[in-house]
């Protein structure tokens, strides 16, 4: 795996921790429309960096598991700008012009960034877990 640089790896640090604290915060309902934006960010720069981590080797394991955590972090982005949506409803009336179309948009949008954020957490953390035993086996041999 490529290593991150140091300011790299800050930036890192700083979008997970970003992301963290604003899922917290946000889900206590402490300044909600602030903190979805600080989750949103987080999560930019989380996946950003993650990005920048590439798998320059020819294992097919670990090329399959960066693949899942892509899907990891397109829930994390996903997870964020649901949270905006839920904060301050930017498309709702774009769905409730009936009863169905609002019946649709409670279904899709209001409060569903709980689910992706716990699909792309334990996405994460399963793909972290397997990569990190996949090249200890490669230095191995």
Known sequence: MKQLNKIESLLFIIGGLLMA???GLYAFFILQPLTCWVMLIGAVLFVAMQIRQEYLGRNITIRRLRRIMFLANACFVLAGIFM???AYRLIAPFFTNSIGGYSLYVNIFYHNWVILLLIGA???VYTTHRIS???EK???Q
């Open 21 to 23: 604290a604003g899922a």
């Open 84 to 86: 905006v949506e839920d």
């Open 122 to 124: 334990v996405l994460e």
């Open 133 to 135: 035993s996949e090249l």
């Open 138 to 140: 490669e230095q191995k």
